[in-house]
């Protein structure tokens, strides 16, 4: 054999794909035997010129990788260099300090990512997995990692597949492909050839790497191992998919720039009016430094990276594991939400919703999911049947709770074991009706067929055959003399499959000995319809009202499933997803749509149907290019590229594999819609907690820079040394910004429109403010600095003061930024225990400050007598009085708050 038939594993040598070949076919091009499998050196041989079933792991970010990225920021730039030019300067004591809060946002950010960084080892578990094979004519168990193109794979019930293989036999084979395809049920398998268009959730000739049997046994041949398998080229498509800039992150980028230029423009000013002051380059370049930390709101970075992490630890409560911190404040910007169906809309349990009987009878059923708790709306003559052959006619097994489990659950393909289910609710003792009316014969489910046949020996009735399949199929069974009832039935399948149903047909035939060898053929034209089964999987009950929250806040839901258009567009419908006007487009449909005529369609498309992983991938990206914040749920395999590209990805907890967790930078872990809407809440909640954190540290910086520009304007003295400043801007502000990134929901988050990605973080609105608190707060601290000096009184005294007037402000004003609107009298720091406690803690340190002798003389303090901080603290309360006095104005004319 050449190293050409090895390269059957890559791909197909002929113009046609492996499903487009017959089997006999595949096993030439393989040059194997399906009777014996390959030789033990067949396999060494292959193996060493095709490498391992594995797939290239991803490269996990190292400590050092983890560390340096918090240092990527405009803000650490701007202390850099101030460091620098205090260390020039001789002012150690200074830099120490700068670097020291540099460092402190780095241990911070580095600890909080380092623990949500996930070791998403999902490629590996191949090596872990162990598979049956034919190799040198013995059935042998190897690690998937160790197969190769040609091996023969034995497969049965609860077996998983460790590689792409073309199914050679059969044996009423089942595969549950949902993490691969989408598709919510197992999927019946197939030998025949296949037409090369067939898409991937429909080649029933094919099993695929990363699935499992559910039912039936088979021999499938290895046509693709490793990165060449589908799970292979998905998670080729997730490594090129590349992952955009958060909303934070582009705001925060914009920020730090024209921070840069401010501060850098602030240098020059100041060096320019010292040196035209004649004062000394050294004395000068300080004073520069101080007003470029003064304008620099050092706290910020640390607020930033606390108040995400908080958020981190308030979505965790509530089911929902962030691995990127950035990720908690892009879900609160999030405009577009595209979920998946199966589990994560719905509950993930077939359940009977309906039954038609002939004669055009309906019979509701109550109850959801697999409890054997709900009733029919009505007993019929013909409902007892009906019954009998979907409990019969059924593989499967319901399960009670019990030790291992700690709910109902069945056993077997859920569309039979919602059957059996049905029965129960009906009152059916299924244990006995098993021993009345035993199994004979039987003719098992087929895909090509599409149905089951079961012989029971009934008291009355010897040979009594129940049919159960789809309806196109059995109704063609049916006698000609029940044509009215055959039309009838169809139409009544075709109202309930436009309902989201998925409809089983059941039919008997007395007296008949059910031969295998003719199989249903020989009951054409003698079988009686019994009527039609409704099933659904059922909605969440709690996703309508999130949807309906999602849509108040701005956020449009898009269905994105494996299920057919039909059944997604009727759930859509009934969650509220799919509104008048709009509808669903399939993997096909969406294929012949060019870039322009998706883009124009996509406010009008609800649900995305039967897609593959390469075009969820272009969903995403088109909506993104329409500048749409995209969320993306999803929790099989081909939802990874997806996952990474999207400016949030949303993994599922419980049936999400790990190749999608690995892509996703949110894990919610009990798979629910609803769990996501309260994250992104909680993510509107820390971005609005940010803007109160900037708008608190911009004013105080800025007011403090203000006061020494007017001071070196005016020919004065200094009013605030270095390490003073330092002291305002590190611990003054950061006892209370970490606090205030405490605050809880305003309770109207989820009432407001999502924050648009280009929204600056000082805004119009937030500048209005600033414009307020900042001359005040500067008008104050220099009107007492130039008052107190024509006083004459000793400049260590005036600068004491001075320092702690600026501080006073600082805590009136942090009561002034948590709301907009609300009067803080009325919020006050009781909204914000924490908030409370910050305050303490910083009236405490400035005390401290002030009457502790080793730091009177590193800050350059001087106690002050207890009676004179009073005036101080009245004159810092106008700045809580002036805002007051705003928000009653806007609450008064009941305008928007800015």
């Not at 560390?67 to 020039?88: C, E, H, K």
């Not at 606390?306 to 892009?330: D, F, K, N, P, Y």
């Not at 006073?808 to 009781?830: D, E, I, K, P, T």
């Not at 009085?881 to 928007?896: H, Q």
């Amino acid at each position: 054999m050449t190293s050409t038939t090895q390269a059957a594993a890559n791909e197909t040598p002929s113009a046609a794909p492996w499903h487009a070949l017959a089997a006999e076919q595949v096993l030439a091009q393989l040059a194997c035997d399906p009777a014996s499998g390959l030789s033990a050196a067949e396999v060494a041989r292959r193996r060493a010129q095709g490498g391992a079933n594995t797939l290239p792991e991803p490269p996990r970010r190292s400590a050092l990788l983890i560390i340096a990225r918090q240092f990527q920021s405009p803000l650490i730039y701007i202390l850099f260099a101030a460091a620098v030019l205090a260390v020039a300067l001789s002012h150690y004591g200074d830099a120490v300090v700068i670097l020291l809060v540099v460092l402190a946002n780095a241990l911070i950010g580095s600890l909080q990512e380092g623990r949500a960084e996930r070791s998403m080892a999902s490629l590996r578990q191949l090596s872990a997995l162990r598979v049956r094979v034919l190799r040198g004519g013995q059935e042998a168990s190897v690690e998937a990692r160790e197969l190769v193109a040609g091996d023969v794979l034995l497969l049965a019930a609860g077996d998983a597949i460790g590689a792409d293989a073309r199914l050679i036999e059969q044996a009423q084979l089942q595969v549950a492909e949902a993490a691969l395809t989408g598709e919510s049920v197992p999927v019946s398998k197939a030998t025949l050839a296949l037409p090369e268009a067939t898409g991937l959730a429909d080649r029933h000739n094919m099993v695929f790497s990363g699935t499992y049997a559910t039912a039936g046994r088979a021999r499938a041949v290895v046509v693709a191992i490793g990165s060449q398998t589908e799970v292979g080229r998905i998670a080729g498509l997730t490594e090129t998919a590349t992952e955009p800039k958060t909303p934070l992150e582009q705001r925060i980028e914009q920020f730090g720039r024209w921070l840069v230029a401010a501060a850098l423009g602030l240098f020059v000013t100041v060096v320019a009016l010292g040196l035209w002051r004649d004062l000394p380059l050294a004395e000068v370049l300080m004073v520069a430094i101080s007003q470029m930390v003064s304008m620099v709101p050092e706290g910020l970075p640390v607020a930033m990276t606390i108040a995400l992490a908080v958020g981190m630890q308030r979505m965790a409560a509530r089911g929902a594991i962030i691995r990127r911190l950035s990720a908690v404040e892009t879900l609160g910007s999030t405009t577009v939400i595209c979920t998946d169906k199966t589990g994560t809309l719905t509950r993930n349990e077939m359940t009977v919703s309906q039954l038609w009987l002939p004669g055009g009878i309906t019979v509701a059923v109550s109850g959801i999911g697999y409890a054997p708790e709900g009733q029919l709306s009505a007993d019929h003559a013909g409902t007892l049947p009906l019954l009998q052959a979907a409990a019969l006619c059924n593989d499967a097994q319901l399960l009670p709770p019990g030790e291992a489990r700690a709910q109902w659950s069945v056993l077997g393909d859920p569309t039979e074991g919602a059957l059996i289910v049905l029965a129960a609710k009906a009152g059916i003792d299924l244990e006995q009706l098993t021993r009345d009316a035993p199994r004979e014969v039987e003719l098992p489910f087929d895909s090509d067929t599409k149905m089951m046949a079961t012989r029971h020996r009934f008291a009355d009735a010897p040979r009594r055959v129940f049919i159960k399949g789809a309806p196109e199929a059995l109704l063609c069974l049916c006698a000609t003399s029940d044509a009215a009832v055959v039309q009838a039935a169809r139409t009544a399948a075709e109202a309930m499959a436009g309902r989201a149903l998925r409809v089983l047909a059941f039919a008997v035939v007395d007296d008949d000995p059910l031969d295998a060898g003719t199989g249903f053929c020989a009951l054409a034209g003698r079988v009686r319809l019994l009527g039609l089964v409704g099933q659904i999987d059922p909605p969440r009950e709690e996703v309508k009202a999130a949807v309906a929250e999602c849509r108040a806040a701005g956020i449009r839901p898009v269905m994105v499933t494996g299920d057919h258009k039909l059944t997604g567009l009727a759930i859509a419908r009934e969650l509220g997803i799919a509104r008048e006007g709009d509808h669903a487009v399939d993997g096909a449909e969406l294929e012949r749509m060019g870039e322009a005529d998706l883009r124009s369609d996509l406010d009008r498309i609800a649900v995305f149907a039967r897609v593959h992983p390469a075009q969820k991938l272009r969903i995403v990206e088109a909506l993104q290019a329409r500048g749409e914040v995209v969320a993306m749920t999803g929790d099989g395999v081909n939802d990874a590229p997806a996952l990474a590209r999207a400016d949030v990805g949303i993994a599922m907890g419980i049936t999400g594999t790990e190749v999608a967790k690995s892509a996703a930078k949110i894990i919610v872990t009990d798979d629910n819609f609803s769990t996501i809407v309260g994250a992104v809440e909680q993510g509107r909640v820390v971005y609005g907690n940010l803007k109160k954190v900037i708008l608190y540290l911009f004013a105080t910086s800025m007011a403090a820079v203000l006061v020494l520009i007017l001071a070196l304007l005016g020919g004065y003295p200094l009013p605030l040394v270095a390490v003073q400043i330092l002291w305002i801007n590190i611990v003054t502000e950061g006892t209370l910004t970490v606090n205030l990134v405490m605050d809880p929901p305003d309770g109207d988050e989820m009432k407001r429109a999502p924050v648009p990605r280009d929204d600056p973080l000082l805004g119009h609105a937030m500048l209005a403010r600033v414009a307020l608190m900042t001359p005040l707060i500067a008008g104050i601290t220099f009107g007492w600095f130039w008052w107190r000096l024509g006083q004459e009184v000793q400049i260590g005294l005036v600068r004491t003061e001075t320092f702690t007037l600026l501080a006073m402000c600082a805590w009136f004003n942090v009561l002034n930024c948590q709301s907009a609107s609300r009067s803080a009298l009325a919020l006050g720091v009781l909204k914000n225990p924490w908030l409370l406690g910050g305050l303490g803690l910083s009236l405490l340190l400035q005390a401290l400050v002030l009457y502790a002798p080793p730091m009177n003389t590193l800050f350059h303090t001087v106690p002050l007598a207890p009676a004179s901080l009073l005036p101080l603290a009245a004159l810092a309360s106008s700045v809580l009085w002036a805002e007051e006095l705003r928000k009653f104005i806007v609450r008064l004319g009941r305008g928007p708050a800015p």
